[in-house]
């Protein structure tokens, strides 16, 4: 006897829609997403800055069984991005499945009854057998612990929840940070404002970005002609995961990369002396390789400085650096990325024995089997959980790994009735054995990043090619799993 276990999602980006794709491609039909904002989209709803756009090329940046001919460009726009995923929802009717303005505060663990019950902001109660969380790692931005910050008394934001009522022309604009959302929002605000400062604590690794604009041929093509698609995709797929092992130090792929980067720097830094401040002093692939054709060249324009004295403070008329020098600004631009290593917060989380997750991860770092599972949270599953970021590549794909990993686990409760499942201690220790020794020497251990937590470990990335990962995780081994059953059904 079967019996099809309800299943709560928590986010309608492109892990819980993934998922939900991949729950109703196996005609698996007992779920609900649980969407806190009015629309879906996750990031590609919420960054709506100037030229947000993905650094990852569409046509591998797309769900495999959902392929598009007709991207506008190859690194596409953020409003291409969003609307790809609506239309893909809406073909498989996934908006009637999705409850919006539904944010998760709480949820807990029934051992009596072996489900999750699930709390919501409105004061709702929703109770599930099976709970996963896609809410991601991007989700929450980071703002920077300076004194001073709320007494600055003109128009600031984070460039994750960008104020377009603010009018950029002829003002003077700090923008602090330079990750992958400033490269791309600074060349397009530099034309307009009156002055732009960049408050540089890191300079960038910068690649060119091998972007083209799709023309109708292109298009007809990849309709008409879909091995041409395939074969565009499968290249694009296997330069990101070589670029992934030079990244995590392989000599032979690494160097050309830092000489590529070098020489693209060169190239488009005349001045001496700007390009010294422009040259990263740490090992390449610590952060976030970036593409760009454009942030270089708006550096040097006269109306922008690079400043990379520390930040002392936020005063009420700009910022003060720790060389005493008062910059008055009129607008203040955070690029200072999200709190990715604060992984389901600020939800909280309880598991068998009552016991809370963020304690259970608070030693060390957040933890989980195979980036999904943790023991003593029984039927608890996590989209692009802990160890699962990628320094170089698509995360759709390894997000379609875990889809199928999940929806597996789904079908062997079916076939179990009244049983629940976590992932057993010892197997998950062995797997976190097996990371660090991993990331051990790979060069996201020398430098400050978002990847890595306060006490230093790396929680957020795979340390390999994406195949890897969905190697690992292609079939679901219920010996991996502590099992247990409701005490009333």
């Not at 030229?51 to 506008?72: I, N, T």
């Not at 072996?114 to 929450?140: E, H, K, P, Y």
């Not at 454009?294 to 930040?311: G, K, M, S």
């Not at 995360?395 to 409760?413: D, G, K, N």
């Amino acid at each position: 006897m079967s019996h099809t276990p309800s299943i709560l999602i928590i986010g309608a980006g492109f892990g819980g829609l993934g998922l939900a794709l991949e729950l109703r491609r196996a005609g698996i039909e007992n779920f609900t997403i649980l969407e806190k904002a009015a629309d879906l989209g996750g990031v590609w709803r919420e960054n709506t800055y100037p030229g947000a756009a993905c650094d990852v090329p569409s046509p591998l940046y797309s769900w495999s069984f959902e392929p598009k001919s007709d991207w506008p460009r190859r690194f596409s726009e953020q409003r291409d991005i969003h609307a790809y995923m609506r239309s893909v929802a809406e073909k498989y009717r996934l908006p009637s499945k999705i409850r919006f303005d539904t944010e998760v505060t709480d949820a807990e663990f029934d051992e009596r009854q072996g489900i999750w019950q699930v709390r919501t902001a409105d004061g709702a109660t929703l109770t599930a057998d099976v709970l996963v969380s896609a809410v991601g790692q991007l989700s929450r931005p980071a703002m920077p612990n300076l004194p001073g910050l709320d007494t600055f008394t003109g128009p600031s934001f984070h460039s994750a929840q960008w104020d377009h009522s603010v009018d950029l022309t002829g003002k003077r604009v700090a923008c602090i940070g330079t990750g992958a959302s400033a490269i791309q929002y600074i060349p397009e605000i530099q034309p307009k404002v009156g002055h732009l400062t960049l408050f540089q604590r890191s300079a960038a690794w910068v690649l060119p970005k091998p972007d083209t604009e799709y023309t109708p041929t292109h298009h007809a093509l990849f309709k008409h002609v879909p091995a041409t698609r395939l074969a565009e995709r499968f290249l694009i797929f296997a330069t990101f995961d070589i670029l992934a092992l030079g990244l995590t130090d392989v000599p032979l792929i690494k160097y050309p990369l830092i000489a590529i980067a070098d020489r693209h720097r060169t190239k488009q830094v005349p001045d001496e002396q700007l390009r010294r401040k422009l040259t990263p002093d740490y090992a390449a692939g610590c952060k976030r390789g970036l593409f760009s054709n454009d942030y270089f060249p708006a550096l040097t324009r006269p109306n922008v400085t690079v400043e990379t004295t520390a930040i002392e403070a936020i005063t009420p008329t700009g910022i003060r650096t720790g060389d005493g020098v008062d910059h008055e600004v009129d607008v203040i631009i955070f690029g200072t990325g999200f709190k990715g290593t604060e992984f389901l917060s600020p939800m909280n989380i309880y598991g068998q024995g009552g016991r809370k997750l963020s304690d259970e991860w608070a030693p060390e770092g957040a933890r989980a089997y195979l980036g999904m599972s943790v023991p003593g949270f029984p039927n608890l599953f996590m989209m692009y959980g802990p160890n699962t970021n990628l320094g170089s590549g698509s995360i759709i794909y390894m997000l379609e790994a875990q889809a199928r990993y999940i929806r597996q686990a789904t079908q062997y409760l079916s076939a179990h009735p009244g049983r629940f499942i976590a992932a057993r201690a010892a197997v998950e220790q062995a797997w976190d054995d097996w990371l660090q020794k991993r990331l051990k020497d790979t060069p996201w251990n020398f430098c400050s990043s978002w990847y890595r937590n306060a006490s230093g470990r790396i929680t957020n990335n795979w340390p390999g090619a994406t195949i890897l990962f969905r190697w690992k995780t292609r079939r679901f081994n219920p010996a991996d799993y502590d099992e247990g059953s409701a005490l009333k059904s």
